[in-house]
């Protein structure tokens, strides 16, 4: 199939997203880049358009409904995530039984028409773009992070020092069992910057 690249990245971001839900504590959730500016959204405001516009997102342009409630009745770190991967769960039983026609049939785009592979890759660079503020506030927070597509500071630092690529849980169902991350190495001693200061 000429778009299973699509549904293997689907796969890979909805552990991506659940990963670094899970580096947040519950008591994160009100906070937001600065505390007085209402245009930055605070953790749970996140989790709440994840959950939101990939649900509007899959309903509205690529027809596939999974007929739950996009948001978890208890806004809790942990309940967001478990509702968030049972949905995208869904989502992708769903994509799996597409063929290639589908995926290259033209849908709506806000007020455009586009294939729905082209959606699909507009989907995932959304919601990388979200994850990747969600990973700022993280380090603001002096939270550790774990690996999300390469290493991190907390991993080992640069690619070129061979530093490791470290995820916090090898799979969902690993997150989902409240299992314990992955041990992160000891801070390295070599710059973890191009630019060290």
Known sequence: MR???LIDTYESELLKVASVWSM???EDLPFRPHPAD???????????HQC????????????IDVAAP???PNETRMEFIRRYAEDAGHRLDALRLKDDAWWEEEVGFFKVKRS???????????TSHHRGQQMTILRVLNRELHSNYGPTADTGG?????????YAYPDLAALLSGAPKTPLPEPPSIPVSERPQ
């Open 3 to 5: 778009y299973q690249f």
């Open 24 to 26: 947040f504590h519950d």
């Open 38 to 48: 209402r245009r930055g959204r605070s953790v749970r405001e996140h989790m709440v």
């Open 52 to 63: 939101m516009s990939e649900d509007g997102w899959f309903k509205n342009m690529l027809g």
């Open 70 to 72: 996009p948001l978890p």
């Open 116 to 126: 729905r592979a082209w959606v699909m890759v507009r989907r995932i660079a959304h």
């Open 158 to 166: 640069l690619p070129q020092n061979q530093a490791p690529v470290i």
